[in-house]
């Protein structure tokens, strides 16, 4: 096992302060090794997907959101099965703001 710091981002599915979630992924970051340093997203600061937003450039707390992604390690999403969380990771993910973070190309298809 290597000693070198990992970065991990850490995604919380729930906004709710005491929600099982949060309280799962503060159980991670207590019981992960030493060289585990995570950092929380909240997703609270990011606004839904407007292109004409985009168009003029990243709002501040989307391009920090891309930024900790770029620079992490590992990310690790932390949601319930529920319909309305998926929802939330799926128009997150059809977007592409994962893909787009790491330097992929944007994709006009959504499925």
């Not at 985009?54 to 992604?69: C, M, N, R, T, Y």
Request: one cysteine or more; a positive charge; charged letters at 25%.
């Amino acid at each position: 096992m290597s000693e070198n710091k990992l970065t991990i981002t850490a995604i919380c599915g729930s906004l709710r302060e005491g929600s099982f979630n949060r309280r799962v992924l503060k159980a991670v970051k207590e019981l992960a090794p030493k060289h585990w340093e995570s950092h929380h997203v909240d997703l609270s600061t990011i606004p839904l997907y407007n292109s004409d937003i985009e168009s003029q450039g990243d709002p501040q707390s989307v391009a920090e959101f891309k930024e900790s992604i770029r620079k992490a390690d590992g990310v690790l999403i932390v949601t319930c099965v529920r319909v309305k969380a998926q929802c939330c990771f799926n128009k997150l993910l059809r977007l592409q703001v994962l893909l787009r973070a790491v330097g992929g190309q944007r994709s006009h298809k959504t499925r």
